[in-house]
């Protein structure tokens, strides 16, 4: 079965310093994988994804992640941390069966430090 | 172009009552997605719904829960006879009508609490 892992609960970063949040899926084909960002008592938005070609992908607010299918991984990252990027952050994967039903992972809670 | 709506934003519930979560997909979106984030945990799929049609519901409860999406206006997703262990966040998401690859939008969620 498919399965996503984030390792890491809770990282708290200062304001400026590089983020890099973990995420590790369990697929047997080629996954599209999704970065979504939640804010507190709001909705999912999309970062970014992948499907195919090149494994960096450019997101939104200066997100980027890499595909590495050899470690089975997505890690999302951002060189520099804003007071903003504050929040909760899910990764994805669409599950087996053709209908696009997401699997996602625990969460990371991310804390900026002024 | 407005985003995926639901309402209402928050429920609360007493212990034996009815929840009615409403979902309006995205302009152009045929396919409706539910998701349940409860306390301290990511989300998980429920259920996935085409017009008049149920596609998936390898993630619904076996029994209380029912969702429908009608011809016309918008998806519902219904709890009978509420008990505490629903209070979670319940996200629609809508998609184009492809299947698979495309990406879902979700909407900003309907808090339940049961109490």
């Known amino acids: 079965a498919q399965s996503v892992t984030q390792p890491d609960i809770h990282i708290t970063v200062s304001e400026g310093a590089s983020l890099e949040l973990r995420c590790n899926y369990s697929y047997g084909a080629t996954p599209y994988l999704f970065w979504y960002v939640q804010s507190p008592g709001q909705g999912l938005q999309l970062l970014l994804k992948y499907f195919s070609g090149d494994t960096l992908v450019q997101g939104i607010k200066g997100f980027e992640a890499e595909f590495k299918r050899s470690q089975s991984s997505f890690n999302l990252r951002k060189p520099s941390v804003h007071w903003s990027d504050a929040a909760e952050y899910f990764c994805?994967?669409?599950?087996?069966?053709?209908?696009?039903?997401?699997?996602f992972g625990q969460g990371t809670t991310l804390q900026v430090k002024p | 172009n407005a985003g995926v709506m639901q309402n209402p934003r928050h429920l609360v519930r007493r212990r034996g009552q009815e929840a009615r979560l409403r979902c309006s997909p995205m302009?152009?979106?045929?396919?409706v997605y539910w998701y349940r984030q409860l306390p301290e945990e990511g989300l998980k799929f429920m259920v996935y719904l085409q017009k008049e049609n149920i596609i998936d519901e390898s993630g619904m409860p076996k029994e209380r829960f029912s969702a429908e999406f009608p011809k016309e206006g918008p998806s519902i997703l219904r709890i009978q006879q509420v008990v505490r262990g629903d209070s979670a966040a319940y996200f629609c998401?809508?998609?184009?009508?492809?299947?698979?690859?495309?990406?879902?939008?979700f909407g900003p969620g309907t808090r339940l609490l049961v109490l």
């Open positions: 994805a994967v669409v599950g087996s069966g053709n209908t696009g039903k997401l699997i």
């Open positions: 998401a809508s998609s184009p009508p492809t299947r698979g690859q495309e990406t879902q939008y």
């Open positions: 302009k152009g979106h045929s396919h």
